[in-house]
């Protein structure tokens, strides 16, 4: 099984949408408390807010396709105007997972970042995906902090209604 890679910017945003909405899925699967909140977002919102991500910084976004030329992974990942390097979004497709694919998007986006100058590198991880953050973890990335949410709640409060 043979893979390609391909480096682009912004361009390549329009080619990952069918595998971000498998990544959403599968995010929205594994989540705990954000099941809907997960599942409403589209790729065009996702889309946008990456591109206005980028309009204050950098972009780079790396594809691997298979033989036949089909997206089988991704890597967005971006700089800051304050030289924060972050990977934005990773996936590879259930087929193509323990192949490497998910190491060679993850290395070139650090080499990206390092040929920058980039000195604070970040990502965020859904709390439910813990599974991910072995493989994270080869890369130095380990868990700093976790942030706290408040979920909309439907059909009343929990607790008081008065204010504290």
Sequence with gaps: MRVLHEVMTEEGLDLIGPLWLELRQMHRARSIHFKSALGSKS???RREELLEKAAGGLMRVELARNDDGWVV???VSSVGPDMTGEVDSVFVTAAYRRTGIGTSLME???RWMEGLGVKRKVLLAIVGNEEVHA???RFGFLPKSVLLEQ???TGGTRGSDKPI
């Design 151 to 153: 979920v909309q709640q």
């Design 43 to 45: 790729f065009e919102e």
């Design 135 to 137: 493989f994270y973890a």
């Design 108 to 110: 070139g986006a650090l």
């Design 73 to 75: 992974g991704y890597c």
